[in-house]
Structures are given as C-alpha cells and as structure tokens.
C-alpha cells in the first residue's frame, strides 16, 4: 500500500532518513473509516428514531382525552359503546402482562436453573450435550408453534384439572370458575414452557464459564457435588443467571401470539386466573385490524407502554446484576455490608475459650448423614427439575413430528395453500415468502450491524473523550433496541413505512424483521470483536499499518466466523416472528416474489390455519407448516454452530 | 498455637496457650507414616499418565516432588486426594494409604478424604465474590453448619494467622476476597484448607503464579506448617525444592508417550548433592529439564 520504500533496500543497509509523517494516503482512509461507521451508527439510529418518533406522535389523540396518568391507571376498555361514546385505558392490560409473566416466572427460573445445573454437571457426561441440544432446539421453536401446541393439546388436557381446581377451590377468587378455554393460567403455563429453554440454554452457557479452579477449590475443601454448586458455581454465576432470567422476562412481557391464542381477549381485574384476560401485546394483535381513530391511537399507546415496560425491566436487571460478572451488584454490596457489620473482632479483647477442634477418630473420614442426605434431596430436586422440564418440551417435538410428518409430500411444497379451508393444499407460497423476507431482513440489518459494531468497539472507543461517550451512547441505544418486543417492532414498521407506501409489502416485513435482528446483529459482532485479541491488533500496528488496514486485514478476519454466526442465530430468531408480519408483510394468498407487493410467510400460515379457522385440513397444513419451520430455524442453528465450532481453534481465547 | 507465636512476635500470651493443637494427639504417634502409596498408576482414559509410584510421606515434614514437564508430578498430587478422577475419564489405580487406611478402599468416600488432605493449587482460586471471612469459612461450612459465632471468629483468626495473613486483612475481613494480590490470595487459599483441619496439605506449584517476595512469604509459611502438618508440594523451581522440603522425590519421563515414573527418592539434601541415578544428577544439576 503506501507504506515507505524501506522494504526493497538490502538488509542491513544504512537506512535513508524516513519522513516520520503518516502518509496523507493513509490519514483519509482513517478519517473515512470513522466517518463510514460513525454515518452506518447515524443512519440505523434516525431510521429507527424516525419510526419511533411517527409512532410515539400518533397517540397525542390518547394522552389528551384521557391524560397520561388517566389512561395509565384506567380500567375501562370499551371501543364500541352504546351511547357513543368509547373509553380506554390501560390498566387491565398491563396487569394481564404483569401476571401472565409472573405465572410464567415463577414456574419457568426454578425449572430453568435446575436444567442448567443438570446440563453442566449433575448429568452423567455422556448425556449432557444430547440433554442441551434439545434444550437448545427448543429455545429456537418460535412462539406461534408454542401457541399451536397450546391451543390444541394444552387446552383440553388442563381442562379438567383447571375444572377440578375450580370446584375445590374453596371460594378463593383467584381460583374460581367458570373455566375457560382460554386463561390467565393457560397463557402462563405455555408462557413459561416457552421461556424455559430460553432461560436454561443462556444460564448453561453462564454455568460453563465457571472456571475449573473455582469447581476443584470447593471440591478440595471436602465439599460434595451440591456444596460445591452452591458455594462455587451459583455465586460465581448469579448475576448472568440473573440476566438470562431478565431476558425471558423480557420475551414474556413482549409474547404477543401465544397469548393471543391462550388468554382470549377481555380487559378484566383482579378476576380469576382460571379466566380470560388480556395483555398489552395480545389486545394489540387482536384488535388492531379492526381499529380506528381513537381505538387505534389507544392501542398505538400500548406499544408504547409496552416498550417503555420492557425497557424498565432491562435497566432493572441491570442495576441488580451490575454490570460486571465479578463485583456484586449495588444491591449484594448493600446486604453484604449489613450482614456482616459485626465481624470484624475488637482488638485486643480477651481470647474466647475454644472448643477443641473434634478429634478425628483413627481410620478413614466419614460424611455425616445430613450432608449426605441434604445434598441428595438437591440433587433429587434437580433432577425432578429436568424431569418436569423435559416432559412438555418432549410433547412439543414429538407432536409437531407427529402431526407434521403425514403432511409432508412433494406437492406440499409445490402447492398452494388451499383457498377454502376443506381442501388440500401445500406451503409453496409461505416458504419463499419466509425465504424472501430472510434475506430482505439480513440485507437490512447484517451490513448495518457490522458497521455500528466497528463505530461502538473500535472507531468510537479509540476516538477522544467525545467520540467515546458518543460510542457509548450508541451502545445503550443497541441495548434498548434489544429489549423491543417484536410486535411494537411491527407498529412502528407499519405506522412509518406501510402507511407512507399506502401498501401492506414484504419490504415492509423484511425492515421489521431486520429491526428485530439489527441490535442482535450489533451485539454479537462487538462481542465477538472485543474478543480478538489486543496483542493481535498492536503486532498491525506496530507495523506501521493504518487502523482501517488493521481491522480489515488482521481483525475482521478473525472476527469473521463469530459474526456470522451472530447473524445467522438473529436470523433463526427473526424467521420464526409471527407478530410484527400481521401488520407488515400482511399475507398473500398467491405466489408472488414481488418485494413491494403483500408476501405469504410460515409463521403467519401456522397463525391462520389454526386461529381463523380449524378444520382437519387446514390443522394439517398448520402443523406440516410448523415442521418446516423448525427444520429451517433447526438447519440455521446447527450450520451457525459449525461455523462457530470451526472458527473456535484460532480464535486462542 | 506455634504459628501465631512466629507470625506475630507479640501476640498475648494467653491466647496461644488457649489454642490446642490442630492435629489430635492419637493421629500423631507416629508408629504409621501418615501417608504412603502403594504401586499406584493414574490414567485419562487410555493415557498412561504415571506409573507404579512407591512412596512414603513422613509425618510432619515436607516431601518435593520435581521432575521436568509432563511428567506426571501433577497428576500424581491429584490422585492423594482424588482430585484427579474429578477430569472426565480419568481414574486411578493402586494404594494410598491414609494412616494405614487405602483412600482407594471400599467405603472410602472422596468428598470426606478431601477434607483430611486439604489442596493448595497453582493459580491462587478464592471464591472471588465471597468475603475474605466467607473464604475461610467455606470448608467448615461444609462439615459442620452451625458453627457457634464465637467459635467461627475464632477460627477465623487462628487460621488467618496460621497463614500469615490475619494482620493484613483483619481491618477488611468482609471485603471481597478478588480484591486481594496474588500472593495474598494464595495465603487466603492456604487459610482456608487449614481451615478444616487436615492432616496432609497437598500443594501443587503453589508459588508458580506469585512473584519472589510472595514466593518467600509462602516458603515461610511452609517452614511453619510442618510443625503440625505433613505437605506434600509439586515444584518446577529447584531451589524451592532445596529450600523448602526434607525429602525429595524426582520423577520422569523417558519418552514421549510413556508413563512418568518415580526414580529416586531421599532426604533432599542428598538428592542434590549425592544423586544415585545420573538422570537425577543430570536433571538437579541443570543439564535438562
């Protein structure tokens, strides 16, 4: 390139006086490297501001009919009145979020970190990795295969069990009947099998980074297996299980299709979990397509809510996990301060009668039988926890094999879906539909990403104080795009771009779906750029190589097999997206690879098929749907691995 | 008790003699050597790692083991306490006798040998986000769970002292143990497996990480020990080997591939100065290694 003529001179001759200026060559490819991600980090950041913006401006209508706090806190939700006169309010929809999450919570962290544990080191070795690819799998199964499974095996499963409860529940009214088919319980049950693996295959990965000194400390002190996961492992992991336990939460507060499938839709209080109810996602989804004026501006201002409710979360989490994985958290820090306030001994004071240390008994050591005993039940716990997890996510795979299975043919994938729903018919439409909409989504989001990760970790981060706060600010932008739920990625993709082309479109699919997949994109890549390491990046520069030739030639190499797999799993997560496509993509109910023109998916096949209407065929068509679906997220998730599993040798951690 | 006497000169008096010592009285006649291994052999999987190890751990003294790389030093230390079968696939073969009693034995149990043969590793491992106190306490926690809280500070303090660390860190006992130096950690590290009471401290490169002046300190803390302990320390540095132990014992490793073997043994002194195998002479002296 422009580096000086010193190369060709014989070794060891005197050398010629070098100019000690960069070459000009060099100093503009640096200043366009900046500019080029500092303008990539721009543009993501006004595209999506934009659309936030037109979305947030279209509830001014809710806000100053009812006042902020008024439609917050009422319990009204009456679109279509009598007398004319609709009324709106919040309230019943943020409760329904708040427990349907807090069923789903509860049930699902337990279960979860008993997997985890279970999958790191209770399970005999051999079983361990089979146990976390099924685990694994199934944090990758989108949510509307959930919801289908749901709907039609949970439903008239729980049935009398939720009736039996009903009738002994002793005039309780959060247990009270009638039992619908629909429910708070219902959608928590599903919520929670949903984010189980979600929780357990993220707090695994946590568990493994445990170091082995850590495990051999505890083990060398005499501790047992489940002394030593409580005093080594947990400790060392809670706040990343923590984290992981916060992005699930995160997925359950934003699950839109499941619910809507699982809760029915009545905006009621205080009733019985065994009830309908609704969320903020759920009544967005069911009533949007029939809203308008001020209806619609109230459910615009949901998502709001919505975002605004998954965003305290996240800072939530993040304040009690800190943001170090060594420290404890402001909160730990403050416990830990009180408990021990009194430990530190007065100097001096006189010395405490000791009790003899216990004389050991000649011959070999024992464990007492309460340790013994202790550390069984926690295994048994564990176990118990595998047991009870693996059982419904076992029925889902089978089921969706079962069912699925005898649909597949040839002309599954050459036909059309059926106009009526009593006829046969195929996915043709649907799958390069879903096909169409991944690339538009990873055309959108994975040059973008990139680019921002370079501004965040490297361009930004090596700039001056300005420039870094600037990079940093940009970071926490990525982090709170991470925790959008998918459906207000939807709303403000059809406020700002179906509206302004007048059309429902698969480009307009494909910016939503590569809205979801952008911060994951940005996330993973400036992870995995931080991992390639420093002394890499300063043998380059100690060899007079500009910073852009740096990163081209030495870092992006070796960050290249991470980033890719970074893209292909937020493509596996965005394919499997039903909610944001309802008011983007819409549907089509014939072939088309128009990209302007209203495009077929999976996700929303499977939703129609067994939503609108249930006829054997079309439950044939939904579940053969589902089997493909997973077969394409399933092959995205192993060719990443590979990628990933290939790179890993020198990347030399 | 001795080791608070040494480490700090003016400690009252009355509060050494309150202290017992550590190692009952009837564990300690001498008559069995605390430890010893019989023809033992240690294996991963199809890997012969070490071979055929006879060898005698006196009571009260501290025994090297040296040898050049890869040849099984580690693995070896780690098969006393069964650490070693804690690796996938990795399991042992032989005797160790614990006061005459095979750890390997039917019925002995893993979990309560490791509490009789404590473990000091390479790299300094507190638990970096419990307290300096936690740290110590863990082990007892273990055993026993209600430890009376006088009893528990008082254990603290002994074996903070019995490590040489009580009056760098008696003002900061709640801090978190990761904030600690190396060296410091190390010592915590050694509290904490004196903290159970054991009566062999097995110590694998235990200075390895740490820099000269740390290195003293914990050699200084291994002159004490001895008085009550039987150590055991895997070292790569010579003069460690020469400093610290009584005895000696050299292993190697002929080529590639094959099982490291135990060559000689004896008190250190003549292992250093009067080598019977040239192999040891030729690897004490510097000739390789």
């Known amino acids: 390139m422009t580096t000086s003529s010193a190369g060709v001179e014989p070794l060891g001759s005197a050398p010629a006086r070098r100019s000690l200026r960069r070459p000009l060559a060099g100093l503009v490819a640096d200043r366009a490297y900046l500019i080029v991600t500092a303008l990539a980090a721009a543009a993501a950041l006004t595209g999506i501001g934009y659309l936030i913006w037109t979305t947030v401006s279209e509830t001014g209508d809710i806000w100053s009919t009812f006042g902020v706090w008024g439609f917050l806190t009422g319990t009204e939700w009456v679109p279509t009145p009598a007398d004319g006169v609709p009324v709106f309010g919040a309230a019943p929809f943020i409760y329904g979020t708040l427990v349907t999450s807090a069923i789903a919570m509860a049930l699902a962290v337990p279960l979860a970190i008993g997997v985890a544990l279970a999958t790191t080191v209770i399970l005999p070795a051999r079983l361990r990795a089979p146990v976390s690819a099924v685990v694994d799998l199934l944090a990758a199964v989108p949510s509307v295969v959930y919801g289908l499974w749901g709907i039609l095996v949970l439903v008239p499963a729980a049935r009398p069990v939720l009736e039996w409860i009903a009738e002994n529940s002793g005039g309780i009214g959060a247990f009270a009947g009638p039992v619908t088919s629909g429910s708070f319980v219902l959608a928590g049950l599903v919520l929670a099998v949903m984010v189980l693996p979600i929780i357990a295959a993220i707090s695994r990965e946590v568990l493994e980074t445990v170091p082995r000194e850590q495990q051999e400390a505890a083990y060398a002190l005499g501790a047992t297996r489940w002394e030593m996961v409580r005093s080594a492992m947990l400790p060392w992991s809670r706040s990343g299980i923590v984290g992981a336990s916060a992005l699930g939460l995160g997925r359950a507060v934003g699950e839109t299709i499941a619910i809507a499938l699982l809760l029915g839709n009545s905006p009621v209080i205080w009733e019985s979990l065994l009830g309908p109810g609704a969320t903020l996602s759920s009544v967005i989804a069911l009533e949007f397509g029939e809203a308008s004026n001020l209806q619609l501006s109230a459910l615009i201002a949901l998502s709001v809510i919505l975002f605004a409710l998954s965003f305290a979360i996240n800072a939530l989490a993040r304040l009690l996990v800190g943001r170090t994985a060594a420290g404890p958290g402001p909160v730990r820090r403050a416990l830990a301060g009180r408990r021990s306030g009194g430990l530190v001994p007065a100097g001096g004071g006189p010395a405490q009668p000791v009790p003899e240390p216990p004389v050991r008994a000649a011959g070999l050591p024992s464990v007492s039988r309460g340790r013994r005993v202790r550390s069984g039940i926690a295994e048994g716990g564990i176990y118990a926890a595998l047991v009870i997890s693996l059982i419904p996510l076992g029925l889902i795979l089978g089921k969706i094999l079962v069912e699925g299975l005898p649909a597949i043919s040839w002309s599954f994938f050459t036909e059309l879906p059926p106009a009526d729903p009593y006829s046969e018919g195929g996915i043709s439409s649907a799958l390069v539909g879903t096909l169409i909409l991944m690339g538009l989504a990873t055309l959108f989001s994975a040059p973008l990403g990139i680019l921002v990760a370079l501004f965040i970790n490297d361009a930004a981060a090596n700039g001056g104080p300005r420039m870094r706060r600037l990079g940093a600010g940009v970071g926490f932008v990525i982090d709170v795009l991470l925790g959008m739920p998918s459906i207000v990625a939807g709303l403000i993709v059809y406020l700002g771009v179906v509206i302004a082309m007048g059309h429902f479109s698969a480009l307009a699919g494909g910016i939503a779906l590569g809205i979801i997949m952008f911060p994951i994109v940005v996330r993973s890549a400036d992870e995995i750029l931080r991992l390639v390491p420093t002394a890499q990046k300063e043998a380059a520069l100690a060899l007079g190589a500009p910073r852009w030739r740096t990163i081209w030639s030495v870092v992006l190499p070796a960050a290249a097999p991470g980033i890719l797999t970074g893209v292909m799993l937020a493509l596996a997560r965005a394919s499997g997206e039903t909610a944001p496509l309802l008011f983007t993509s819409l549907s089509n109910q014939f072939f088309s690879t128009d990209v302007l023109e209203p495009i077929a998916a999976l996700p929303q096949l499977i939703f129609s098929n067994s939503v609108n209407v249930q006829t054997p065929q079309s439950l044939e068509l939904a579940w053969g749907a589902a089997l493909v679906l997973v077969a394409v997220i399933l092959l995205l998730n192993i060719v990443a691995r590979l990628v990933a599993a290939r790179a890993r040798p020198s990347e030399g951690r | ?289």
Not at chain 2, 202 to 231: F, N, Y
Not at chain 2, 262 to 286: C, H, K, M, Q
């Open chain 2, 1 to 289: 008790m001795t080791s608070g006497d040494t480490s700090a000169p003016p400690a009252p008096t009355s509060e050494a003699a309150a202290v017992p010592p550590p190692v009952p009285a009837e564990v300690t006649g001498a008559l069995a050597p605390p430890m010893r291994t019989v023809a033992l052999d240690a294996f991963f999987g199809r890997h012969h790692a070490v071979q055929d190890i006879n060898l005698t751990f006196p009571d009260r003294s501290v025994t090297a083991i040296i040898g050049p790389s890869g040849c099984g030093k580690s693995t070896f230390i780690r098969t006393l306490n069964r650490m070693h079968e804690l690796v996938p696939n990795a399991y042992a073969k032989g005797e160790v006798l614990l006061r005459g009693q095979d750890v390997y034995g039917r019925g002995a149990d893993p979990v309560a040998i490791r509490r009789a043969i404590g473990m000091v590793f390479q790299r300094p491992n507190p638990f970096p986000t419990k307290s300096i106190a936690d740290n110590v306490w863990a082990g007892p926690r273990f055993i026993r769970m209600n430890m009376r809280r006088a009893h528990r500070e008082e254990l603290l303090e002994r074996t903070l002292r019995g490590a040489g660390l009580w009056d760098e860190v008696k003002n900061r006992l709640s801090a978190p143990a990761g904030g600690l130096s190396g060296g410091q950690q190390q010592r915590l590290c050694i509290a904490r497996a004196l903290a159970v009471e054991p009566d062999v401290l097995l110590m694998d490169e235990p200075c390895s990480a740490l820099d000269p002046q740390s290195t003293l300190r914990i050699e200084e803390l291994i002159a004490e020990l001895k008085e009550r302990l039987t150590i055991v320390i895997v070292t790569h540095n010579m003069q460690q080997a020469a400093r610290v132990s009584d005895f000696t014992a050299f292993f190697t490793i002929e080529n590639e591939g094959e099982p490291g073997r135990l060559i000689e043994t004896g008190p250190t002194d003549s292992i250093f100065s009067r080598p019977a195998n040239p192999s040891t002479e030729a690897y004490v002296s510097g000739r390789f290694g």
